[in-house]
């Protein structure tokens, strides 16, 4: 039971971690954390352990009393775990993607695919999350050096800079508590296949 997963969100409430009850006890009794139940309220040590545990939750003994389990917790201090930026690479535009040419929206393996600059290169288009897009090869033939006007396409959607970290697409995958999921919301299944390549 203590070494099942507690998820750690940072001070903003981005997950950064997945820590063991033992550790997640320890950080919350030193206080450089607070547990969060499922109405998102916090609690220090002495608040978390004068709740009453359930029958049905997790809880773990000690002589006389059960001290639930916490399934989050979130740190007090604002540099221990600093946000990822999601690094811009073919592997991380394909997983953006969901490995779909952005033009005719068909599904591909990653071989058949490549990445196109919306706006070429050749017309000063920036090697950006903003400005590159997942593109299957004959879709890439057929929009040459123009942007998606003049080749007559249109793009499925614009293209963006992904929120989801690495760590957060695994902590998507993983998924082993409902009470993480509201913290892990709007990474979705792009997130899960990123982790799944990796
Ligand atoms: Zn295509």
Same mark, same amino acid.
């Given at each position: ?12 409430? @981005? ?23 499922? @109405? ?24 006389? =009393? !059960?001290? /639930? $389990?916490?399934?989050?917790? &979130? ?11 999601? =690094?811009?690479?073919?592997?991380? $535009? ?26 070429? !290169? ?19 033939? &057929?929009?040459?050096? !123009? ?13 963006? /800079?992904? @929120? ?9 995958? @993983? ?24």
């Amino acid at each position: 039971m203590l070494d099942t997963g507690v998820l750690v969100l940072n001070r903003v409430y @981005q997950p950064v971690h997945i820590t063991s009850v033992r550790r997640a006890f320890a950080m919350l009794y030193q206080g450089v954390a607070r547990a969060i139940d499922a @109405q998102f309220q916090t609690f220090d040590f002495d608040s978390w352990s004068a709740l009453a545990a359930a029958a049905h939750e997790d809880a773990i003994g000690t002589v006389g =009393r !059960r001290i /639930r $389990i916490p399934r989050v917790i &979130v740190l007090l201090a604002y540099d221990r775990m600093p946000r990822a930026r999601v =690094r811009f690479s073919r592997f991380n $535009i394909y997983a953006r993607d969901d490995n779909t040419c952005q033009y005719c929206g068909t599904r591909f393996r990653r071989a058949e695919l490549n990445l196109d600059h919306v706006v070429p !290169r050749s017309r000063g288009g920036a090697s950006v999350w903003e400005n590159v897009v997942c593109s299957c090869h004959r879709c890439n033939r &057929v929009k040459g050096g !123009r942007t998606p006007i003049e080749a007559g396409m249109r793009l499925l959607r614009e293209p963006f /800079r992904p @929120q989801w970290t690495p760590f957060m697409a695994e902590a998507y995958r @993983q998924r082993r508590h409902d009470a993480w999921m509201p913290y892990l919301s709007g990474i979705g299944h792009v997130a899960f296949e990123a982790s799944q390549a990796n």
